[in-house]
């Protein structure tokens, strides 16, 4: 009912120029009353209200334009209803539209003078500055304070925000992340029983000695030269040096999803920055914990003097070293 307010009627009166300004505004909210009575009427079944509906006039030039209206009327009330019902509702709305619609910024702009001299004055000033009101694309600009978070922009109007990137959705990764060039994978098909979650099997458990030693032992002080021995090759394990600590890592070269041929890169020696080079993020100290096999150290602070080279079938008289 507000759209449809007295404001709009009051030009759209006119055509009616048989009675007063006043007379028409009375008549307009005559007619508000007329149509809701006929409308009513029209669901009740038509009465005896022709009466009041006859006293409404203009019947051709109002039609024209409340044609939609007419119509339902119409269906409504067999009678001169339908006359009466065009003048309160179409005729005034049609009015309003128009005005409003272009009355935005841009037209005050084109120097409107018809929307009220009120408002021209403030617009006037405004004019330069109130890139506002077109909040669809004035508001990219003004955004660039507010860009940063991206999200809140997205959220709140699709329209105003241009899509930066490909992904419009906030959590896109950004370029940045996306654009790095991924290294082909070396990764191999691990044999059946050795996927990741078989060696956790194997080697979590709290008791799980997989050192390669008799059980028991001690852990080593390994130096150099005993490393050196542990190359996996020839009978002896393969040990490696991660961290200052020395690993069989023997039992793992199964399950290493690189392949055996690359972790025996490290046989023998200290793998460290080779391991950190390729996976740096794999915790080796969980996943060989059960294949400690000591910790590496200066040849003169080796045990004994001696190495303890050893191995599965290794050298008959270093295991006794080792203990
Ligand atoms: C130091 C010698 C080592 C070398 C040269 C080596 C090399 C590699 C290579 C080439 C891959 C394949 C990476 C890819 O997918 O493209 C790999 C994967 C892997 N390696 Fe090693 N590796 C070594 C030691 C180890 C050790 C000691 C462990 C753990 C005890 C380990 C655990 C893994 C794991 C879990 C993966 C899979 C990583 C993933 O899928 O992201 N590697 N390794």
């Known amino acids: 009912p507000a759209i449809f307010g007295g404001a709009p009627r009051a030009p759209i ?5 048989e009675t007063s300004e006043s007379e028409s505004a009375d008549r307009a909210s005559d007619t508000d009353a007329i ?3 006929g409308s009513e009427h029209g669901f009740k079944g038509a009465n005896g209200d022709d009466a009041a509906h006859s006293s409404i006039p203009v019947p051709p030039p109002v039609i024209q334009h409340s044609a939609p209206e007419e119509a339902d009327t119409a269906r409504r009330s067999s009678d001169d209803a339908e006359q009466t019902t065009p003048k309160a509702s179409a005729t005034p709305a049609s009015a309003a539209v128009p005005a409003l619609a272009l009355s935005g910024p841009e037209a005050t702009a084109a120097t409107s003078k018809p929307n009220g001299a009120a408002a021209t004055p403030t617009a006037s000033t405004l004019m330069p500055p109130p890139p506002r009101p077109p909040t669809l ?6 955004n660039p304070s507010l860009a940063p978070p991206s999200a809140p922009a997205s959220r ?3 329209l105003p925000i241009p899509p ?8 896109a990764p950004p370029p940045t992340h996306s654009s790095v060039p991924a290294k082909p994978s070396r990764a191999v098909v691990l044999s059946p029983g050795h996927s990741p979650l078989d ?32 190359t996996g090759r020839k009978g002896k394990d393969a040990w490696t040096v991660l961290g200052g600590r020395v690993y069989n890592i023997t039992p793992y070269l199964p399950f290493h999803p690189g392949g055996e041929p690359e972790l025996l890169r490290s046989a023998g020696r200290d793998g460290t920055r080779l391991f950190g080079e390729i996976h740096p993020w794999v915790n080796y100290e969980g996943m060989l914990a059960a294949c400690l096999v000591g910790i590496f150290v200066p040849e003169e602070e080796g045990e004994g003097g001696k190495a303890a080279a050893a191995g599965r079938g290794g050298g008959s008289g270093d295991m006794e070293a080792m203990d």
């Open 13 to 17: 009166e006119p055509p009616p120029p």
């Open 164 to 171: 930066r990137g490909p992904g419009c959705s906030t959590l």
């Open 35 to 37: 149509t809701r009575d």
């Open 137 to 142: 694309r004035p508001t990219p600009r003004e």
């Open 156 to 158: 709140t109007r699709n």
């Open 199 to 230: 060696w956790a099997r194997l080697s979590g458990g709290p008791t799980a000695d997989l050192r390669g030693l008799p059980p028991g032992t001690p852990y080593l002080r390994v130096t150099p030269s005993m490393l050196k021995k542990m």
